[in-house]
């Protein structure tokens, strides 16, 4: 719903998807999105895309894709210039593991978190934001932002059509991260 907005901001963007050896019903197989060759996979993508622009890349992640997201940020530390986790987990369960379970304080590049006040997923809640800012004590710059309002659910608490997708905040919620790219962007040229 998203690619076409970040376009508009003039940044490339690149879907990682589950790799058809690594998936089950539920998407990425258990474990496989805290594992080294999930962000073996990510540093190949990442590769290609610099062949494309030469440009800092940032891994953007929602949901369940910040566990991707801060595990490869984490392991990719030269790589990525920066990270982005929205509706990120913060509570862990039997399909994976929390973001602030992990060693975020191995990440130095600016990091951004964005979250929904009203987000109705129980891993996910807005509340649990100020733990992951206080877990990126060597984040360069981290920021967060809340948002509200948006359109009514119009799926489960944990999917993507309600507040947890940023439903109806579509182009709020790229104008937030696309701002923090660019001002980390135009940081590091200075």
Known sequence: RTRALFAGHDLLTAVVDAPSDCQDSDGMSRGFRTSAEHCRDVEAVVGHLKTLSPVPVWLVGTSRGTESAANCAIRLQGAVAGLVLTSAITRGDAKGAAVTDMDLGAIR????VLAHRDDGCQA??????????????????????????????????????????????EQEAVEAIATFIKVGHSAAGR
């Open 124 to 169: 996910t809640p807005a509340a649990d934001v100020p733990a992951i800012l206080d877990k990126l004590a060597n984040a360069r710059r981290k920021e967060a932002k809340i948002l509200t309002g948006g359109e009514p659910p119009r799926s489960k608490p944990c999917d993507a059509l309600s507040q947890h997708g940023f439903l109806g905040l």
């Open 109 to 112: 590049a600016p990091v951004l």
